[in-house]
T-cell receptor, first 116, second 110 residues
């Protein structure tokens, strides 16, 4: 059971370039999330999804797009990279089922992105 | 968005000492979670709390879900060097969205 996996681990982008951060989970979780973590800060929610085909904005969605065509995958797209998007990006998943165990979130190892 | 205030921001303690950190929110939550993050890694779940007043332990860690549902605390007893890291609280709000505190950085001197 791999849990939540993310690729790549590191990436350097030039201003204006685009890229997709990949996230896959093998726990059959309904809910998936993308967060960014700036140095010395907590996690800010970018986008989340409650199931295949359904996505919604979080606290800081500007400059990002997502899609959820399958239960397992939740890629995050940066179209025109800006220095303000330099951060560590974490993907997470949750089953969303009520009661104990269903409301816990599990995280991937992160993607460290630098935009110069 | 919902605000979570986590304190203290950082702590420097001696090995063997007990540690306490807490989190308060402007809104009520249905679930409180505590995570630990090591450098270069994603957060790892330590304890999950589901009912107001609930007190749950995981080894040397104990956490409580406040009666008002707007706060939670985490205690670590008899700290050891591997406890070093950043501890985050998180609350689960509507639509299964999670909100995170800014973290407590724990340093343990051997």
């Amino acid at each position: 059971n791999a849990g939540v996996t993310q690729t790549p681990k590191f990436r350097i982008l030039k201003i204006g370039q685009s890229m997709t951060l990949q996230c896959t989970q093998d726990m059959n979780h309904n809910y998936m999330y993308w967060y960014r973590q700036d140095p010395g800060m907590g996690l800010k929610l970018i986008y989340y999804s409650v199931g295949a085909g359904i996505t919604d904005k979080g606290e800081v969605p500007n400059g990002y797009n997502v899609s959820r065509s399958t239960t397992e995958d939740f890629p995050l797209r940066l179209e025109l990279a800006a220095p303000s998007q330099t951060s560590v990006y974490f993907c997470a998943s949750s089953s969303g089922v009520g009661g104990s165990g269903g409301n816990e979130q599990y995280f991937g190892p992160g993607t460290r992105l630098t935009v110069t | 968005g919902q605000q979570l205030n986590q304190s203290p921001q950082s702590m420097f303690i001696q090995e063997g000492e007990d540690v306490s950190m807490n989190c308060t929110s402007s809104s009520i939550f249905n679930t409180w979670l505590w995570y630990k993050q090591d450098p270069g890694e994603g957060p790892v779940l330590l304890i999950a709390l589901y009912k107001a007043g609930e007190l749950t332990s995981n080894g040397r860690l104990t956490a409580q879900f406040g009666i008002t549902r707007k706060d939670s605390f985490l205690n670590i007893s008899a700290s050891i060097p591997s406890d070093v890291g950043i501890y985050f609280c998180a609350g689960r709000g509507n639509f299964n969205k999670f909100y995170f505190g800014s973290g407590t950085k724990l340093n343990v001197k051997p």
